[in-house]
């Protein structure tokens, strides 16, 4: 790899980037593959994108912020175990992400600010956390859109949205699988949206919080406790 002016620049086949702490540049660039195998991985400045295969160590963060700041991946994904930051306007889209499993959770895929953008258009298979939540979050604005998931099989899951112009788009979430005693909860506050899908008839094991947001359930005809 080669920097320029902060900008790291990846040519061969395969990158493996292995970070003893959390580093911070102001983007990537890299048309092979990229394995962040240590630590966290934040983006400041500019466009970045990998072409090929993207994969994220559990236990670590990809963090993408600032106006103008955009982290593409073009290839296979996999980034099990791991979070998903946007903030200060940034934006974040995975479009070849397929699936993601929390692992044992308490890890976040989060959307902070106006103009902040979390995109997951491929996501349609989701399991979440074995022994504590993932966080589907969007807060003062940001958007965290999952738009395409269908299936949840099972795991504690938590989509909220608090603020003003803030959504979680799960408009296609037909299921949700819980083992015993896990939970998918849904919270809307303080001017935020979370979208839920017209199919999703029957709901089990889920919690429902409304303050001063909007979470349309009127297509819905029944709910199981």
């Not at 709901?203 to 029944?222: D, Q």
Request: aromatic letters at 8%.
């Amino acid at each position: 790899g080669d920097w320029s002016s902060d900008v790291l620049l990846f040519r061969s086949t395969s990158v493996t980037i292995s970070l003893g702490s959390s580093v911070t540049i102001q983007s990537v660039q890299c048309s092979a593959s990229l394995n962040v195998s240590g630590g966290n991985l934040s983006l400041t400045k500019g466009p970045s994108q990998v072409v090929g295969n993207f994969t994220i160590a559990a236990g670590q963060a990809l963090d993408v912020s600032g106006t103008n700041t955009t982290f593409t991946e073009n290839g296979p994904a996999n980034m099990d175990g791991s979070e998903l930051y946007v903030s200060g306007g940034g934006s974040l889209t995975l479009p070849a992400l397929t699936s993601y499993n929390a692992l044992n959770g308490n890890l976040d895929f989060q959307a902070y600010g106006a103009g902040s953008v979390l995109s997951l258009p491929a996501l349609t298979n989701l399991i979440g956390g074995t022994g504590s939540y993932l966080y589907l979050d969007a807060e003062n604005g940001g958007l965290v859109l999952a738009s395409n998931l269908v299936s949840i099989a099972t795991g504690y899951v938590y989509a909220e949205a608090n603020g003003t112009a803030s959504v979680v788009n799960l408009s296609r979430l037909q299921s949700y699988n819980p083992a015993s005693a896990q939970w998918l909860g849904l919270q809307a506050t303080s001017g935020g949206t979370v979208l839920l899908a017209p199919q999703m008839a029957v709901g089990t094991r889920v919690r429902f919080i409304l303050n001063g947001g909007t979470l349309p359930t009127a297509p819905w005809t029944r709910l199981l406790y």
